[in-house]
Structure formats: structure tokens, C-alpha cells
């Protein structure tokens, strides 16, 4: 489960790395821009609660042992 949680950061990740590089700073609501900026907040909240729910598995095999 650790290496599948990886992966899925990684590929969150490398979207949040392209959706910065799809920003345009003089039209940063606008067209492009604003797709962007939806996608750096969704990869973002992805990458936390992978982060969570791998933490959560941590403290569950703790309290099991």
C-alpha cells in the first residue's frame, strides 16, 4: 500500500509541476489560467490525503503491535 501511495503522490505531483507551468501571471483568471489554477488546487488536496491516509495507516499498524 506504501508503493501505490508513492506512486499516487508522485503522478499528483507531476500534475500540480505541469499545471504551474500552464499559469499565465498577466491573465491569471482567465482562460488557461483559471483551468490551471483548479487543477494546482485538486492535485494539492490529492497529495494531503494521500499524506493523511498514509499517516493514518502508520498510527493504525502502531496501535496493532
Known amino acids: 500500500m506504501k508503493i501505490f501511495t508513492t506512486i499516487l503522490i508522485f503522478l499528483a505531483s507531476a500534475l500540480l509541476l505541469f499545471n504551474i507551468s500552464r499559469?499565465?501571471?498577466?491573465?491569471?483568471?482567465?482562460?488557461?489560467?483559471?483551468?490551471?489554477?483548479?487543477?494546482?488546487?485538486?492535485?494539492?488536496?490529492?497529495i494531503l490525503i494521500l499524506l493523511i491516509f498514509r499517516m493514518s495507516k502508520d498510527i493504525e499498524k502502531r496501535m496493532n503491535e
Not at 498577466?26 to 483548479?38: K, N, T
Open 23 to 46: 499559469l499565465d501571471i498577466s491573465h491569471f483568471f482567465e482562460g488557461d489560467s483559471m483551468y490551471a489554477l483548479i487543477g494546482i488546487g485538486a492535485s494539492i488536496c490529492a
